[in-house]
C-alpha cells in the first residue's frame, strides 16, 4: 500500500533558543493507519500537528509529500490532495459565546467541505446519529455555557468525522474529561475510522491514550524520537528511560502496594442525613437519598463519578457553600448554626488543589501566593513566614523559580505544585482535591501523584479527593463513595472495589481507569 503521509527529515527552530523544537523527523502513514505521538509538552510533537494542519513553517527544514503528490519543503503550507480533519480539545478551542455550539459546528463542517450550511448542517446530524453515545443536535444547539466538556467533544468529533477526511489529526482531543467518557470517544473515532478508513495522526501526553487507540507510537522527547514501537509492545516493556517515565503513570494494580494503617483520629466531618437532590415535593425524604457519613483526622476519602454525578455537590454542602437538608459537623461545630462570617473563618482551615487555573490570582507572585495563608492565621515575623514559604517551595520543586514572578506566567504543571506548596504551608485540617492530574502529560501526573501522596502521609490532613478515574482514587486515598445520579451507589475500601465491584456504575469506571491494549494495529 502507498503512503498517505510521507515526512523526512523535518525539523523546527525555536524562536530565541539554540535547542530545536523538532530534529530530524521522519515519519511514513499509510491510509488506515493510526500512529500516536506521544510526549510532554515541548517534545516536539505540536510542531508536526501544525505543520499539517496549514501552518506555516517558517524556520522549518526537510519535506512533506502527500500520496503521489510532490515532495515539497517543510518550509512552504503543505497542500494535500485529499481532506485533512483537525480533532482539538474543547479547552483549546475557544467556541464563542454569542452562538450555539451546534451552529459553530455547522461553519467548520460548511467550511471544510465547501458546501452551503444547510448541507453541512446535514452532514452533522448523520454523523452524531452514527456516533454511539453522541448528544443529539438539538442538544448541542445551546451557548457553550450549558454544555458540558464531554458533549462538546462528541460535538467536535461528529464535525471532524462529518468532513470525511483522509487523514485526522487529533491535537490531545480528550485530554480533559473522564476516562469513562474518552474511553467512549476513543471507541466512537475507531468504529469511524474503520468505516471511513482514514489515518489518524494522534497527539498524546500520556500512555493511557497508547492504550485506548492502539496502533503505532513514536515516543518523542526534546524534539527527537527516543523509541519506537506498537501500543502493545510497548506497554508490556519500554526500552528507553524516558519512556519507562512515562508509562509509570499507568495504574500498577490492586495488589501492589499494602494497605495503608486506618486513621485513628477524632472525626473531622461528620455528615448525617444530607441530601444532595432534595425533593420539593416531598417534606420528609427517602431514606435511601439520605447520606450519611464520617472523615476522621488523617483519613482520605475519594468521591468518584463523572460530572453531575453529585460529588461537588457533596462538596460544596461540606464547605457551607450550599445549604441542604441535613447536619454537617466540621471540626465538631454545626454549620447550620454559623453565620456566614464564621463559616468563612472556618473554611480557611481547608485547602484547593484543583486543575482550574483560575484557582490562583494570576497577578500574584509566587511568594505572595504561598504567603497568604500563613498571613490569614497567624502574626509572624517575616523571616518566619519567608522560612515556611521558602521549605513549602522546596518540598514541590519550585525553589528555583524566581518568585517574584507573577502566576500567570507558570506552566500549568507549575501552577498545580504552588497549589500544593500553598496547601502545604497552611497546615490545612482538610484537603480537597479535585482532578489534581487532568490535563497533564504522563511524567507530570507522575510527580502530582507523589507529591500529594507524600503530603498527606507526612502532614497528616484529611483528604477528600474528587475524582472520575480510579487510579487517582487509589493513589490517594483508601476509602471511597461512588457517586450516580445525585445519590452514592457504592462505599467501602477501594481495594474492594477494584477486587469485586458490586454496582454496574461502578465496574463502567474500573473498566475505564483499566489498561488493556487496543487490538486496534492501525
Not at 25 to 44: N, Q
Not at 354 to 359: C, G, M, P, V
Request: proline letters at 6%; glycine letters at 8%.
Amino acid at each position: 500500500m502507498s503512503a498517505l503521509l510521507e515526512i523526512k527529515e523535518l525539523g523546527v527552530a525555536r524562536p530565541g533558543s539554540a535547542q530545536p523544537e523538532l530534529e530530524r523527523f521522519s515519519l511514513t502513514l499509510k491510509a488506515g493507519e493510526t500512529v500516536v505521538l506521544l510526549g510532554e509538552a515541548g517534545s516536539g510533537k505540536d510542531a508536526v500537528l501544525r505543520l499539517l494542519n496549514g501552518e506555516r513553517g517558517d524556520g522549518a527544514s526537510g519535506t512533506i509529500r502527500f500520496s503521489e503528490g510532490e515532495a515539497r519543503p517543510a518550509s512552504r503550507r503543505p497542500r494535500a490532495p485529499f481532506r485533512i480533519a483537525y480533532l482539538p480539545s474543547v479547552g483549546s478551542l475557544p467556541f464563542s459565546p454569542a452562538s450555539s455550539v451546534a451552529a459553530q459546528l455547522v461553519r467548520i463542517v460548511a467550511r471544510k467541505l465547501d458546501c452551503p450550511r444547510g448541507a453541512a448542517r446535514a452532514e452533522l446530524l448523520g454523523a452524531l446519529s452514527r456516533l454511539s453515545g453522541a448528544p443529539s443536535f438539538d442538544l448541542l444547539d445551546c451557548p457553550p455555557a450549558r454544555l458540558d466538556d464531554v458533549s462538546m467533544s462528541w460535538g467536535l468529533l461528529a464535525a471532524a468525522c462529518a468532513a470525511a477526511p483522509s487523514l485526522m489529526l487529533c491535537d490531545h482531543p480528550f485530554i480533559d474529561i473522564s476516562p469513562a467518557a474518552a474511553q467512549a470517544l476513543t471507541n466512537a473515532l475507531r468504529a469511524e475510522q474503520e468505516r471511513l478508513g482514514f489515518a489518524i495522526l494522534y497527539a498524546a501526553r500520556g500512555p493511557q491514550t497508547v492504550a485506548r487507540i492502539g496502533g503505532r507510537t513514536i515516543i518523542l522527547r526534546h524534539g527527537r524520537i527516543v523509541e519506537e514501537n506498537d501500543a502493545a509492545h510497548l506497554i508490556g516493556g519500554q526500552t528507553h528511560a524516558y519512556t519507562q517515565a512515562l508509562f509509570r503513570a499507568l495504574p500498577q494494580g490492586v495488589t501492589d502496594k499494602p494497605p495503608r494503617p486506618g486513621a485513628r483520629g477524632e472525626p473531622l466531618l461528620q455528615v448525617q442525613g444530607l441530601v444532595l437532590q432534595p425533593d420539593p415535593k416531598r417534606k420528609t425524604q427517602r431514606t435511601r437519598d439520605q447520606l450519611s457519613f464520617e472523615l476522621r483526622r488523617g483519613a482520605s476519602l475519594a468521591l468518584i463519578g463523572e460530572n453531575g454525578s453529585g460529588r461537588r455537590a457533596l462538596m460544596r454542602a461540606v464547605l457551607g457553600l450550599e445549604r441542604k437538608p441535613g447536619r454537617i459537623l466540621f471540626d465538631a461545630v454545626d454549620l447550620n448554626l454559623l453565620s456566614e462570617t464564621m463559616t468563612l473563618r472556618l473554611r480557611r482551615r481547608v485547602a484547593f488543589v484543583t486543575s482550574n487555573d483560575d484557582a490562583l490570582d494570576p497577578r500574584m507572585t509566587l511568594w505572595d501566593t504561598v504567603d497568604e495563608p500563613l498571613r490569614a492565621h497567624l502574626q509572624l515575623s517575616r523571616d518566619l513566614t519567608a522560612g515556611y514559604r521558602d521549605a513549602a517551595l522546596k518540598r514541590v520543586g519550585l525553589a528555583s523559580h524566581d518568585g517574584r514572578r507573577p502566576v500567570a506566567m507558570l506552566s500549568p504543571f507549575d501552577k498545580r505544585r504552588l497549589l500544593v506548596a500553598r496547601a502545604i504551608v497552611g497546615a490545612p485540617l482538610l484537603v480537597v482535591v479535585d482532578e489534581p492530574l487532568r490535563g497533564l502529560d504522563a511524567v507530570a501526573q507522575t510527580t502530582m501523584r507523589d507529591l500529594l501522596a507524600d503530603f498527606r502521609i507526612e502532614q497528616q490532613s484529611a483528604f477528600l479527593v474528587i475524582t472520575s478515574d480510579f487510579a487517582v482514587a487509589q493513589a490517594l486515598a483508601d476509602e471511597a463513595m461512588v457517586f450516580d445520579g445525585g445519590r452514592v451507589v457504592e462505599r467501602g475500601p477501594i481495594r474492594a472495589m477494584l477486587e469485586n465491584p458490586r454496582e454496574s456504575v461502578t465496574k463502567a469506571l474500573i473498566a475505564a481507569a483499566a489498561f488493556h491494549p487496543s487490538t486496534s494495529s492501525g
